[in-house]
């Protein structure tokens, strides 16, 4: 079992900039990839940026150029840059990971950006 503590987000205004932590209970070394989903109400989770073990990243079209997923190893954590955020940046994001076996999810934590 893979425990993910999330931290970060809140609100900003549109430009701005946020950053989500997420902090997993086993080393990195034992996670094939990890990254964040977003979900607004009534629709499922969209991925949004995620990186492997071999440090390859794969971002949603809509946030290439202004989120980061970025690693740290030491920490067994995974962060997500956030600039020049827009309204439809908002909703809550969710740390996602997986290992060879399956995914596991954080509680969530929400973005609002305000115009």
């Known amino acids: 079992q893979v425990q993910l503590v999330e931290s970060g987000g809140g609100s900003v205004q549109a430009g701005g900039s946020l950053r989500l932590s997420c902090t997993a209970s086993v080393s990195l070394d034992s996670i094939n990839s990890m990254g964040w989903y977003r979900q607004v109400p009534g629709k499922g989770r969209d991925m949004v940026a995620v990186?492997?073990?071999?440090?390859?990243?794969n971002y949603a079209d809509s946030v290439k150029g202004r989120f980061t997923v970025s690693r740290d190893n030491l920490k067994s954590s995974v962060s997500l840059q956030m600039n020049s955020l827009n309204s439809e940046d908002s909703g809550v994001y969710f740390c996602y990971a997986n290992n060879a076996i399956m995914g596991f999810w954080g509680q969530g934590r929400q973005v609002t950006v305000s115009a």
């Open positions: 990186m492997d073990n071999g440090g390859r990243t």
